[in-house]
């Protein structure tokens, strides 16, 4: 059944107006019912022309986005916590990187240029190469996040068999996302259990990932290796294992790796000629309050992939590294048409330079700061529901239980966001018990608190 029959699924919106509280303050704006009555019509056509599988956000036609906040054509507007799907990391249309866009594009660079080489593909390189860690002197760029996982899944495989013909196994931890193409889904949470994947990876495989309810003394290469143990007995030890990707903050909620335990990795994985790649696709450019994330555990990333918050608007990824391993693939082995289009280059570069005239590292804690506090206050107010906060920087996830079976609860999570949405709040749906708070890290310090504050009207509204 189409989910627009007004027949709710787990994970989806009913398409008929509600009622919605009156606001009007500085950031935010709620003047008609939401959906708003007039836009129902195109989100009709929406679920007519799109696969169901596109159609699980909250009914909201973006009509225009600038800096924080976000307006429909029917006069509402959000403040902005999804930063689109956390990518929009110096906010909407930020002034620098249009007039550069503007710029490349009126100076004759509207053009793809598949591998040929260009100064402002060169310019992007260089300047990754410089703020990425030293080792890393390569840069292989593609267009998504999901292409630069694939690429650091061949490139790692490539790499092991460089040392024997068996070492092609890669681990990932249980609930990370890495993307959707065929490898970067497998290597995705439970996902390869998945009817669909006829065949699936065999060499794939998902150890536990380290809760928050470790004790506090755990000993953390005890911990992996008992989770490595059951592999093992599988046959499947450290000289058959090439890599371990690790999602550097598990996105669905915002959790962060125990430090101890990527030290243990990171332990474990040079003694055995393993690589550690850490997909930074989401956390990268600033958003967790460090250049990129890995740095929080004070480990070496033998391989970075990145994407999302590299532009803050058009799409580019890319997978940086050492030579030795970038340099694995002979030249035309895997070629891409767009990669590194040169208006997303412009985009890149003028994006790099906003993260640092605005300080946007120490922005990012100092905002993450106000953000953590509001929502530990929102924590003290709802302890029923809001069951943990968690993450660093601007990128938070609220853990939602259901009051009432004290489990996580992704239905109430997304009846939360819809509630939110019409509080003047855009969230966007995890489809996971939780809620991402990650607005774009110029935000106003008094709209990361009204919006945070916004959150609890909207449980208060919804639990009444
Ligand atoms: C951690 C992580 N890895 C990979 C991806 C895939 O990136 P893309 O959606 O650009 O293909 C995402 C996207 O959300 C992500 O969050």
Known sequence: MAHNDNQILSNTFVLAP????????????ICTPLP???????????????????????????DSAEGFTIKDRAGNQWIDFTSTAVMTNTGHGHPAIREAVTKHVDSG?????????????????????????????????????SEAIECALRLAREAGLCQ??????????????????????????????????ATPDSAIHHIPFPGSDEPGNTDWSEFLQNNLAPLAEQGITAEKICAVFIETMQGWGAVPLPTGYVKALRAWADANNVLLVFDEVQTGFARTGKMFAHAHYDVRADLLCIGKGLTSTLPLAAVLGPADILDLLPPA?????????????????????????ENLISESVRKGDIAEGSLRKLQERFPDVVSDIAGFGLLRGIHICDPKSGKLSRELARDWTWAAVKHGVMLFQVNRPSIKVCPPLIIDDDAIVEGVEALGDALAAILS
């Open 18 to 29: 509600e009622e919605t509280p009156n606001i009007k303050t500085r950031y935010r704006r």
């Open 36 to 62: 708003s009555p007039e836009t129902i019509p195109d989100l009709q056509r929406a679920a007519s022309l799109f696969p169901d599988v596109n159609c699980y956000q909250p009914p909201i036609i973006w």
């Open 109 to 145: 660079g509207l053009m793809g240029q598949f591998s040929f080489a260009s100064d402002i593909r060169i310019e992007l390189a260089e300047r990754l190469v410089n703020i990425a860690p030293d080792y890393c002197d390569k840069v292989y760029f593609w267009t998504v996040g």
């Open 164 to 197: 024997n013909a068996k070492k092609y196994h890669v681990l990932t931890h249980q609930a990370d996302y890495h993307g959707w193409t065929l490898g970067a889904h497998q290597m995705s949470g439970t996902s390869a259990s998945k009817p669909w994947l």
């Open 333 to 357: 082995e895997i070629t891409t048409t767009h990669a590194a289009h040169p208006v997303s280059c412009a985009a890149a570069l003028a994006n790099l330079d906003v993260i640092e005239d």
